[in-house]
């Protein structure tokens, strides 16, 4: 049985029209050159995916290393009788947060839901712990999610005094 390339030879290519010919070099150039981008583009990938990964292990052994020291220490005071609505509110616009807050909600046991909108992320991140720290307010559950633009998130958190 005979296939297309048992006629690809020297004989055969040196048979075309030097027309053919240029064209099939061409090809044969153009295919290299992709083959080559193909090959820097992909390695450029992995590249940066071992970095990020070198990253993300040195940033959780240190996340682990640290874990240890803040469990131990202790809850800091609980605010001056004021409520956890107050406490997020005054703490929000002390923040900056203020714009970005869309409702809260009390919830069981004291619980607050918090919803805030196109919040900077980093803002957000910083609020939380200035409110465990200053407030001994704990996160019971946090949902972030991107809101499109690059540093906002959408965030659905639920807080608790004490």
Do not use: C, Y
Not at 30 to 56: E, N, P, W, Y
Not at 110 to 127: N, Q
């Amino acid at each position: 049985m005979k296939t297309p390339f048992d006629s690809l030879s020297l004989d055969s290519f040196n048979a075309l029209s030097v027309r053919e010919q240029r064209m099939v070099q061409l090809v044969a150039a153009l295919a290299v050159v992709v083959l080559l981008v193909g090959i820097f583009s992909l390695d450029r990938s992995v590249s940066h995916t071992q970095q990020r990964l070198t990253k993300k292990r040195a940033d959780l052994t240190w996340m682990q290393s640290a874990a240890p020291e803040i469990a131990l220490s202790a809850p800091p005071p609980a605010a001056n009788g004021e409520s956890l609505l107050v406490i997020v509110d005054r703490s929000a616009r002390e923040s900056g947060l203020a714009s970005a807050l869309a409702g809260s909600e009390p919830g069981a046991n004291g619980a607050l839901a918090v919803r805030l909108e196109r919040a900077p992320f980093d803002s957000l991140i910083a609020w939380l712990a200035r409110l465990a720290q200053q407030n001994g307010v704990s996160v019971d559950s946090a949902n972030i999610e991107k809101s499109g633009a690059p540093g906002l998130v959408n965030a659905a958190i639920v807080l608790h005094a004490g």
